[in-house]
């Protein structure tokens, strides 16, 4: 991008696809072909980037004073709104099928408007985060593929820039926006929903409201923990709830029907499938022990006392 001052009215670069008006820049940028192509960028000047994925993947590695920032897009996930600072580098690696992805480019925040996108736009200024995602509408795909449909022709100045604010604007008024934390975020949040889950385990949140409760999207959120605890979350879940059962059986002695409602199953059969599949035993044969074992200790006890009573 090109100093708001020296900017004429308009310009539009064949080679790069791109158009500019002003300060708003609007550019075409076909991906990498394969996951081992790495294309890197060093920032140059501070500005703000909408990235819309049309087809594909993104993967990319923001490097900056404050650590690593990870972002994938795919699925759903197609948007993302950065803001980059000079020195910042890129590492970046995409896989598409040749739609590649529109870049706009600002120098400022005020065209997202004055509503929570601008809030959260402005925090993340503030906290030098890299990134918000934003899933992708039906109609922000069919704004996108009609500014592609415009973007072969040099001449096409008013359609590109009328459909990248058009785009911008649904954009701002969109009610799921997600931070990309870091790598230490993203280890923080899932530690934190990891608590709740331990806190809840007799009713627990589902995965959208326990992704949003520590502030991420369900999509990255999923992908976060499978990477960070080795299992999603709901298998994660699982295995609370059952190392949670055996110990109630093992040392409380409750029996089984109670220890399955305190760990949140109503289906009784259900849960002496997963926990003998999960331990190698039926949990009735664990109380079964558990009370032989109680058994023999209070009999053991009484004995005891008979001796000290006959001494």
Known sequence: MKNGNTVPLSWFSPARNCWALQTLQVELVQSARSRGDIRCEVVTEDHWQVIFMLEGELQECVVNDNGCHLQQLAGEE??????LTRGMRLNEGSQD?????????????????????????????RQGAAALTIPATPQMLRTAADILAHSVRPDNLLPVMSGALDLLRQIAHSRELSRVPSADREKSAVDAACKLLEASMDNPPSLEELATQVGMSATRFKQAFSRIRGVPPFAYLRNLRLERAMCLLR?????????????????????????????????????????????ALLYGLHALALCAEMV
């Open 251 to 295: 040392y409380e002695g409750l029996r089984v029907t109670e220890v399955a409602l305190e760990v949140g199953y109503n289906n009784f059969s259900h849960f002496a499938k997963i926990f003998e599949a999960r331990f190698g035993i039926v949990p009735s044969r664990v109380r079964r022990e558990t009370m032989v074992r109680l058994v």
């Open 97 to 125: 099928s040749g739609g590649g992805r529109l870049l706009i480019r600002l120098a400022s925040p005020e065209l997202f408007g004055t509503g929570r996108l601008r809030r959260e736009a402005d925090e993340l200024q």
């Open 78 to 83: 197609r948007c993302s709104l950065r803001y």
